[in-house]
């Protein structure tokens, strides 16, 4: 299995929503990361997880909360949101050796907040 | 931070004509990655380069590691409808403190005409 499982695919949700993303692998990688794109910009690191650790935090508002439940999990926990957050939201993983090497992407959840 | 400069922005081809971009930095990197975006979905990483002056193909696909660390191109041969998406080249450079980041250029829109 070689691939990263994202869902939802497509999320719409108002200001006073609470929702949350997942994702999930089974490559064995011990490395799980977060990253925002909007459109026709590259991908922006948001979250990075190590060993389960939460190991990087590209100064995120508070109203993103990540979580990660197991070496092959990892959620984003999404309240208040406002609609300039909304975006496509990309989990990553990697080997974890050497953090940000080789990442793997999954499809995304392209989110709407209204 | 570091900056990668991708470049073209965007490029037209025709159909079976051969394509190159590229990305430069004022910073050196120890790792280039290649990746490829299709509409809606996560980028795929096509390409891996380790060293310097590395040369590695992947079909159609050859990147090459710049002998100065601070660059790398891209080129496919023989472009095919396919091959159109968004093009990113991403860097990974030592950040001090065992930390090491992962630098992603503006990316390349790619469209190919039959």
């Known amino acids: 299995d070689t691939e990263v499982t994202q869902t939802p695919k497509h999320l719409v949700m108002g200001m006073t929503n609470k929702k949350s993303l997942k994702c999930e692998q089974h490559?064995?990688?011990?490395?799980m990361y977060w990253y925002k794109q909007k459109a026709k910009k590259p991908p922006e690191l948001m979250f990075v997880y190590s060993y389960e650790k939460l190991s990087i935090n590209e100064s995120v508002p508070s109203r993103f909360s990540p979580e990660c439940p197991n070496s092959s999990l990892l959620n984003l926990h999404l309240h208040a949101l406002q609609p300039e957050d909304s975006a496509l939201y990309l989990c990553a993983s990697s080997q974890g050796q050497v953090p940000n090497e080789k990442l793997f992407f999954g499809s995304g959840t392209q989110l709407s907040v209204l | 931070g570091q900056q990668l400069n991708q470049s073209p922005q965007s490029m037209f081809i025709q159909e079976g004509e051969d394509v190159s971009m590229n990305c430069t930095s004022s910073?050196?990197?120890?790792?280039w990655l290649w990746y490829k975006q299709d509409p809606g979905e996560g980028p795929v990483l096509l390409i891996a380069?380790?060293?310097?002056?590395e040369l590695t193909s992947n079909g159609r696909l050859t990147a090459q590691f710049g002998i100065t660390r601070k660059d790398s191109f891209l080129n496919i041969s023989a472009s095919i409808p396919s091959d159109v998406g968004i093009y990113f080249c991403a860097g990974l450079a030592y950040s001090g403190a065992g930390s090491y980041q992962l630098t992603f250029g503006k990316g390349t829109k790619l469209s190919v005409i039959p």
């Open positions: 910073s050196i990197f120890n790792t």
């Open positions: 380069l380790y060293k310097a002056g």
């Open positions: 490559m064995g990688h011990r490395a």
